[in-house]
Structures are given as structure tokens and as C-alpha cells.
């Protein structure tokens, strides 16, 4: 048995290009189709009903492309929509904060675990929720870092501004027993290097590895891997088709079938091919 249908991921933004890295890494022969909601990013500030809506077209959207598993490559998605979506669809979805916290809660020595992600994901306290189910004793504290977004979506982390907003964003961090923290926006590890220069101590758990170990176990345990020999890549956005481009084959370092301007609010698809 086997299912050669796509995964599909969705994000807000670029940042879901994260766990699209890590889907071709530990699942090399799987198709893949990505959408990134660039024209509504950064969804952390939306309200919690707009990301839900927002979430349902990227849903259906990747429904319509006949995906077999649907992992968010959001965080800000997965603590506001990911529970009403499951209750709309069948489809299989996975999201990013379970299997981020259960590794973080492996990984600290000190049950200090911090978490930086958007306003969103850090009111939602879902981060908090979930790591104390998993281990009451843990002690939790989650700051937001929406700035963190933008610093990677107009490709500014090596700026001036950004490194001392990086720096006065993690401070909570800095030298005591905080000895975790949680990348809790699939955008941060493209911060690791500027984060690790001022907490070079500290573990940094990015919840997309173990995300998407979770979607690969399940699959086999389906048996819904693909048995095909090569993949076929598809990235879509919904805005700043140019930029994303530049910035996802710089990412992603490999072969992209295609990447594609789509409109998911409405019906009138437009199709710019930018190979």
C-alpha cells in the first residue's frame, strides 16, 4: 500500500518554508505543495476569528490540490484554527506546538523552557498549556517576538535595528535557568544564527523537525508514503511573488517544479510562473 498524493503545508508567510525543508529532508520522495498567505501575513496580530477564516481557505486550498496530510506550518494557525478546522475536515492534519513542546520538554535540564512566537501564539498560551500537560513541573515563560516575522520576511536579521530588538526580545533569557527555548514561529530558525549570538548557551528546539517526524510516522503507519522515485515541489503565495521566490529557492536550496501566484480569498487564479 502506498498514496502518492502530495503533503501539503500551509503558513502565513515564508516561514512554513521551514518545515518544507524538513519535509524533504526526512521524506525526500514525497510531493509537496505549499501555500504561504503573504498578502494577510503576519497573522500574530490578527484576531483569533480572521485566522481561523483565513486558515479554512488555505485548508480547502490545499484540499482542491488533493493533498493526502495537511501539517501548519504556522504556529499562530495552529493555536487559534487547527482544532475548528479538524472538526470541519477529514483530511489528516498536523500541527506545530504539540511536537514542539514534547521535544523542548525532553530536551531542558533545568524545567526552564522559554518560548518566543507571535502576540497570537503567546496570549493563545498554547506553548504554556501543553508543555504543563506534559510535565507539570516545567516552568514556562513565553515572550512575544513579532518583529522576529518581518526581520525574515524583507530579509533584514543582520541589520542594526534588528539585532538590538533581537537582543531586547530575549533578555528574559539571558543568563539565568532558562536553558530551552522554543522557536515558537516556523520563521524563527531563520534567525538561529542571530538568537544563538546572544543566548549561546541555550537549547533551541525548532518545533518543525519533530513535526514533521510526527507526519512521517503517521503516514507509515498508514501505509501513505509515496513509493514514487522523485518528488515534485510546488510553492504558491498569495502576494510578493518576486521576493518570495528569491527568498524560498535561497531557503530551500533545491530544485522548485514550481512557484506559483495564487489567489485563495476569491476565485480569479492568477498564474505567474517564475521558474
Given amino acids: 500500500m502506498s498514496d502518492n498524493r502530495p503533503i501539503g503545508v500551509l503558513d502565513s508567510g515564508l516561514g512554513g518554508l521551514t518545515v518544507v525543508k524538513e519535509v524533504i529532508r526526512q521524506m525526500p520522495n514525497e510531493d509537496v505543495v505549499f501555500i504561504g498567505d503573504e498578502a494577510r501575513m503576519p497573522y500574530g496580530v490578527k484576531t483569533h476569528d480572521q485566522i481561523i477564516a483565513y486558515t479554512r481557505e488555505m485548508v480547502q486550498y490545499l484540499i482542491s490540490q488533493n493533498v493526502k496530510i495537511i501539517i501548519y506550518g504556522c504556529n499562530t494557525a495552529t493555536a487559534n484554527a487547527l482544532q ?157 511573488i518576486k521576493e518570495f521566490s528569491r527568498l524560498a529557492k535561497r531557503w530551500l536550496q533545491t530544485d522548485i517544479d514550481e512557484i506559483n501566484l495564487v489567489n485563495i480569498g476569491g476565485n480569479d487564479e492568477r498564474n505567474h510562473n517564475s521558474n
Avoid at 518528488?231 to 510578493?240: C, E, M
Wanted: hydrophobic share 35%; proline share 6%.
Fill in 84 to 240: 475548528t478546522m479538524r472538526s470541519e475536515f477529514t483530511i489528516p492534519m498536523i500541527g506545530v506546538i504539540e511536537p514542539g513542546s514534547q521535544e523542548a520538554s525532553k530536551v531542558t535540564k533545568t524545567d526552564h523552557i522559554g518560548i518566543i512566537a507571535t502576540e497570537s501564539t503567546i496570549n493563545s498560551k498554547s506553548y504554556n498549556q501543553t508543555i504543563h500537560e506534559i510535565n507539570p513541573k516545567i516552568t514556562s515563560l513565553g515572550v512575544p517576538a513579532q518583529k522576529f516575522v518581518s526581520f525574515v520576511e524583507t530579509d533584514t536579521a543582520d541589520s542594526a535595528e534588528a539585532k538590538q530588538n533581537i537582543e531586547e526580545t530575549l533578555k528574559p533569557f539571558k543568563d539565568n535557568e532558562f536553558d530551552t527555548l522554543i522557536l515558537g514561529c516556523t520563521h524563527f530558525p531563520m534567525l538561529k544564527k542571530q538568537i544563538n549570538g546572544f543566548l549561546p548557551n541555550t537549547k533551541l528546539v525548532d518545533p518543525a523537525v519533530a513535526t514533521v517526524t510526527v507526519a512521517k510516522n503517521y503516514l507509515t503507519k498508514n501505509a501513505a508514503l509515496t513509493t514514487q522515485p522523485k518528488r515534485v515541489l510546488k510553492l504558491h503565495a498569495t502576494a510578493d
